[in-house]
Nanobody, 127 residues
Framework: QGHLVESGGGSVQAGESLRLSCAISKYSLSMFYCMAWFRQAPGKQREGVAAIGNSGFTTYADSVTGRFTISPDYAKNILYLQMNTLKREDTEMYYC????????????????????WGQGTQVTVSS
C-alpha cells in the first residue's frame, strides 16, 4: 500500500556522503508503524539497512551503525537516509519501504514485514 519513489543516489568517492530521499505520495508518513531502507546487489538477498518506528525508535545494520542516519520529514512527507563515510561495500541499489503494522525492535529490518516499496536508487562508491 502506498506509492514510494526514491532519489538521491549517485557515484561518489570513498569517504564522501550522500542523502537519499523517499517521497510518499499516496499516504502520509504518520500512517505507517515502520519505515525503512533496504539495499540489494544483483543475485544477493535484500538487506535491511535502517528502520524507524512510530515511537521514534531506530535500528541499523551493524555494517552502517555510526555512519548512516534515518529520519522522517512529516511536513514534506519524505523519508531520508543520510549516508556518511561511504565505503566501497556500500555500493548497492537502495530501496525504501513502509508498513502499517510492525514491531520495530524485532521486525524493523525484516523485508517480509513491509508491503509498500519503492523502485530503488543506485549508490556507487569507488576507492
Amino acid at each position: 500500500q502506498g506509492h514510494l519513489v526514491e532519489s538521491g543516489g549517485g557515484s561518489v568517492q570513498a569517504g564522501e556522503s550522500l542523502r537519499l530521499s523517499c517521497a510518499i505520495s499516496k499516504y502520509s508518513l504518520s500512517m505507517f508503524y515502520c519505515m525503512a531502507w533496504f539495499r540489494q546487489a544483483p543475485g544477493k538477498q535484500r538487506e535491511g539497512v535502517a528502520a524507524i518506528g512510530n515511537s521514534g525508535f531506530t535500528t541499523y545494520a551493524d555494517s552502517v551503525t555510526g555512519r548512516f542516519t534515518i529520519s522522517p520529514d512529516y511536513a514534506k512527507n519524505i523519508l531520508y537516509l543520510q549516508m556518511n563515510t561511504l565505503k566501497r561495500e556500500d555500493t548497492e541499489m537502495y530501496y525504501c519501504a513502509a508498513t502499517g503494522f510492525c514491531r520495530i525492535a524485532t521486525e524493523g529490518l525484516a523485508s517480509d514485514r513491509y508491503d509498500s516499496w519503492g523502485q530503488g536508487t543506485q549508490v556507487t562508491v569507488s576507492s
